[in-house]
T-cell receptor
Framework: DAGVIQSPRHEVTEMGQEVTLRCKPI?????LFWYRQTMMRGLELLIY????????DSGMPEDRFSAKMPNASFSTLKIQPSEPRDSAVYFC?????????????FGQGTRLTVV | AQRVTQPEKLLSVFKGAPVELKCNYS??????LFWYVQYSRQRLQLLLR??SRESIKGFTADLNKGETSFHLKKPFAQEEDSAMYYC???????????FGTGTRLQVFP
């Protein structure tokens, strides 16, 4: 397995544009997490899914952010419209959970720059 | 509410010195604690978890429920330990996994 795959690796966009980040979790994992990493706040949990269902989206900063998981092998995080303060590294992670939680595996991240 | 606090943003030590990265948590249920590490240009990866009670790369961490802490320790730091370290919290009855703000460890030769 290639691990968690995120695309694109880097994204530079102009303020006001729509940005879509993509994630393919590890096959067989039932939980998927989206995190945002910044110097000031570290790793913030934005939203997580269990069995493709959004369980907790309390970390989503604003209505400009939305996430979907149409099936077990794909998830998207969309920002519309994007703003400079959204610039950060966005990570997707997946794990097999339930009872005692197992290790979360991370993708390589998408570095987003909004100018 | 779940919360993880890492009070130090940066910890600098010399090679061979002891290291302790602090982590405190807040959780009303039965917690599961983890330490993740991010080496330069590598993915964030699991270093150790409290239920394993094992030493990884010389690092250990003990869950202290009385002090709600899960500090990461290593008796003799190595240059290759330089990285970003994140403490993370989940629970037996929840899949939600949250992280602290991270501590950057710099080990000088």
């Amino acid at each position: 397995d290639a691990g968690v795959i995120q695309s694109p690796r880097h994204e530079v966009t102009e303020m006001g544009q729509e940005v879509t980040l993509r994630c393919k979790p590890i096959s067989g994992h039932n939980s998927l997490f989206w995190y945002r990493q910044t110097m000031m706040r570290g790793l913030e949990l934005l939203i997580y899914f269990n069995n493709n269902v959004p369980i907790d989206d309390s970390g989503m900063p604003e209505d400009r952010f939305s996430a979907k998981m149409p099936n077990a092998s794909f998830s998207t995080l969309k920002i519309q419209p994007s703003e400079p303060r959204d610039s950060a590294v966005y990570f997707c992670a997946s794990s097999r959970t339930g009872g005692v939680n197992t290790e979360a595996f991370f993708g390589q991240g998408t570095r987003l720059t909004v100018v | 509410a779940q919360r993880v606090t890492q009070p130090e943003k940066l910890l600098s030590v010399f090679k061979g010195a002891p290291v302790e990265l602090k982590c405190n948590y807040s959780y009303s249920g039965s917690p599961e604690l983890f330490w993740y590490v991010q080496y330069s240009r590598q993915r964030l990866q699991l270093l150790l978890r409290h239920i394993s009670r094992e030493s990884i790369k010389g690092f250990t961490a003990d869950l202290n429920k009385g002090e709600t802490s899960f500090h990461l320790k290593k008796p003799f730091a190595q240059e290759e330990d330089s990285a970003m370290y994140y403490c993370a919290l989940s629970g037996y009855n929840t899949d939600k996994l949250i992280f602290g703000t991270g501590t950057r460890l710099q080990v000088f030769p």
